[in-house]
């Protein structure tokens, strides 16, 4: 008999990547996973809170794939970065998980692992688990921990709830899954999970819609130009990206290089408003691109459907991860897979595979000078070689593969 899986993914629709929304690499991992998880044999519903009550509560991908939208407190988009946000994700819960249950005597059915994507979705899954005393897999994607490392502030309530959530989930998890060895490493000893609790598998890359294509045309369709080296980012707009660190460096790169035509272009934020009507972090970077005089430099582009990105990608020359941390860094398997180099910081779990490639693709966190100095480097001296190395390392990185190591997880856990 085939076993059924529930994916919990509470915050964020899992469709939301395709449609343009929200922006991030767990929308994409949660919907490609699961797609390759019914070719392997499983059952899989994904659960999410709704947020359209117009939306259809069942979405139908497959015979045997569905999202399923939850009534789980305002039925609206959220942001989720926002304080008042965050409680509200919170608070909802209860209602999210009693929705489920209602789901489940409807439809006559029960589930055999409860796979969890963020601490929020783990806690919700708790409930479910308390009630069918399932198996419960965690994969958390990012960690209060780090990301409190970085931002160094004072904790608010919120976060102090996200860090006991998350140490609860290590201990009450059956498997964890971790994107990299790095996020292992800190869930072994900052987290005390036993090694033997965490398997990593990284995230993949759908080389059916990321492909090489023609650079000139690239740049000509999404209007960029094409005498310009254009440097890329791609990603949600939040302080851990280290997008300052980029202007630091954009502004250091065109002064030691004046001879150079090169431009930023950084997507991802939502632009549609007023600048004014921007978040308070795509603010803060305009006024710092204002302060550098970087205005005719630089560009945000807005939010881009999924399918639209592997253009950016290959109209891109470089594309460039500043992060102060991150658990994995999907953009540079997307990056790659269009054959364009990548230049990403040591924190982020992509690092280890471009370390088996070559050196001058890393960088250091919060070191605008060095960055700099390394965009120049792989701008002015770029082999077309390393592109053939960095397509063949690719291979390992199918989403077909990533679902295979993760079906070995769960037969692990129902054995």
């Not at 969890?116 to 005393?133: I, M, N, Q, W």
């Not at 690239?218 to 990206?241: C, E, N, Q, W, Y």
């Amino acid at each position: 008999m085939k076993k059924r899986i529930a994916i919990l993914s509470y915050h964020t629709c899992p469709l939301a990547s395709e449609e343009g929304k929200e922006t991030g690499g767990m929308n994409i991992y949660v919907v490609h996973t699961a797609k390759k998880l019914v070719e392997q044999g499983f059952i899989v519903d994904i659960f999410t809170r709704s947020q359209d009550p117009t939306q259809k509560k069942i979405v139908q991908l497959s015979e045997t794939l569905r999202v399923v939208h939850i009534k789980a407190g305002p039925e609206n988009y959220m942001l989720p970065n926002s304080e008042e946000n965050k409680k509200l994700f919170f608070t909802s819960i209860p209602e999210f998980v009693e929705n489920i249950k209602i789901f489940q005597k409807e439809q006559q059915i029960a589930y055999d692992i409860l796979d969890c994507h963020y601490y929020l979705s783990g806690l919700a899954g708790l409930e479910l688990k308390k009630r069918d005393t399932i198996p419960l897999l965690m994969t958390f994607h990012t960690l209060a921990l780090m990301k409190n490392l970085v931002s160094r502030s004072n904790l608010s309530s919120q976060e102090r709830e996200r860090l006991k959530a998350e140490f609860l989930l290590t201990k009450e998890a059956q498997k964890i899954i971790a994107p990299s060895e790095t996020e292992k490493k800190y869930l072994e000893y900052l987290y005390e999970v036993p090694a033997e609790k965490i398997t990593v598998i990284s995230p993949g890359v759908d080389t059916a819609l990321f492909y090489p294509m023609n650079k000139q045309e690239a740049k000509r369709i999404v209007g960029a130009s094409t005498d310009h080296k254009m440097i890329l980012f791609v990603g949600r707009i939040d302080p851990v990206k280290g997008l300052d660190v980029l202007l630091y460096a954009m502004k250091i790169f065109l002064k030691k290089h004046k001879t150079i035509k090169a431009c930023l272009w950084i997507v991802g934020g939502d632009t549609s408003e007023a600048p004014e009507e921007w978040t308070g972090e795509l603010q803060k970077l305009e006024q710092l691109r204002q302060l550098l005089s970087l205005h005719t430099t630089v560009q945000f582009i807005k939010q881009q459907y999924q399918k639209n990105l592997p253009k950016y990608y290959n109209a891109a020359d470089l594309v460039v991860m500043p992060s102060h941390y991150e658990s994995f860094g999907m953009t540079a398997l997307e990056a790659m897979a269009c054959s364009t180099p990548v230049l990403t910081t040591n924190v982020t779990g992509v690092s280890e595979l471009l370390d088996e490639q070559c050196q001058k693709h890393i960088t250091t966190a919060n070191n605008p000078l060095l960055l700099a100095d390394k965009m120049a480097a792989i701008l002015l001296h770029h082999k077309t070689s390393d592109d053939k190395a960095m397509l063949e390392s690719l291979s390992h990185y199918d989403w077909k593969f990533v679902a295979e190591k993760i079906a070995e997880v769960y037969k692990q856990v129902l054995s």
